[in-house]
DNA sequence: GTTGTGACATCGC
DNA sequence: CGCGATGCCACAA
């Protein structure tokens, strides 16, 4: 396989943590999505950036600082992604801890979990997922 | 210096 | 709906 680092992944690290910093508690967010939220560093294309930027994002997170609650990132499709060592079940755990329900395979309701950042357009009433 | 390996997403069949 | 291929590079052993 092959992957790809941006220009200052450490620049670029900082800012996807700063995205999963602000998903609160009993929402999930994609690798995709972080990716789509982040601007493309400057030099890069963005056809480039598009298909390579959710994976840096998971690069990223793979760093798993102490403060970032990367158990809240999960890919598109709404599963956990299985990390070497830890194992799905403990992701799976914690977010069913923060109310996050899981279907029969093991996927989230993207449209009702899946949280996107305040947009400057969009009036701060994101979505209210019925919890529990 | 060479080899192998990495939290993904999307399109096609 | 599931599986396979493609996008591209840096770091560690």
Redesign the pocket.
């Known amino acids: ?5 941006p220009p200052d ?1 450490k620049a670029y690290n900082a800012q996807v943590y700063e995205i999963v910093r602000q998903i609160p508690a009993g929402r999930v967010m ?4 972080i ?1 789509a939220i982040l601007l493309p560093p400057a030099g890069v294309d963005p056809a ?1 950036y ?3 930027s ?2 840096w ?3 990223a ?2 760093q ?1 600082p102490d403060d ?1 609650p ?2 809240r ?5 709404g599963q956990v ?4 060592g ?1 194992g799905p079940t403990v ?1 799976r755990k914690l977010l069913e801890q923060e109310g996050v329900v899981f279907d029969e ?1 093991e996927r989230v309701d993207l449209k009702r979990y899946g949280w996107r950042p305040r947009e400057p357009d969009e009036p701060d009433a994101p979505q209210q997922p019925t919890l529990f």
């Open positions: 396989m092959a992957y790809s680092n992944p994609t690798y995709g999505q990716a480039t598009a298909q390579l959710p994976r994002v998971g690069t997170m793979a798993c970032v990367w158990q990132v999960i890919n598109s499709q992604s299985p990390r070497p830890f992701q395979h």
